[in-house]
């Protein structure tokens, strides 16, 4: 699964720096402060839609250009997404951990929907 919000906060960095705008910049721009202006572009907060036709206007895109999902963008793991957040080995190997019980139950899921359909295949006969 691709997470969004880390998506648009990297579209608008992007545009930032390509623009050498600064944060602060954005936040005046928008009518907020740079605490939060961070928040949204670390992914800690949400950017609702209002804050992402404020920004669009600010970078001069469309909305469109700071949804848009890159091609590149490979892994779609939510485990994933949060690997590179943690700081402590402690919670890495938690994720780890989690990662593979998802795997394990996603399989268990995908044998016992086959199973069913070879069960209804037996009965009929």
Do not use: P
């Not at 720096?17 to 936040?27: C, E, F, I, V």
């Not at 590179?84 to 044998?111: N, W």
């Amino acid at each position: 699964m691709v997470d969004i919000n880390m998506t648009i906060a990297g579209n608008i960095l992007a545009l930032l720096k390509k623009q050498n705008k600064k944060q602060t910049d954005l936040a005046d721009a928008i009518g907020t402060n740079k605490q939060t202006v961070n928040k949204m572009l670390n992914g800690m907060r949400m950017i609702n839609a209002i804050e992402l036709k404020a920004i669009a206007e600010y970078l001069g895109v469309k909305m469109e250009e700071l949804t848009k999902i890159s091609s590149v963008c490979t892994d779609t793991s939510v485990v994933h997404t949060f690997m590179g957040k943690v700081q402590s080995e402690q919670a890495k190997q938690a994720l780890a951990i989690a990662d593979e019980i998802s795997d394990m139950i996603l399989f268990h899921k995908k044998v016992r929907r086959k199973g069913s359909a070879l069960m209804v295949a037996w009965e009929n006969d």
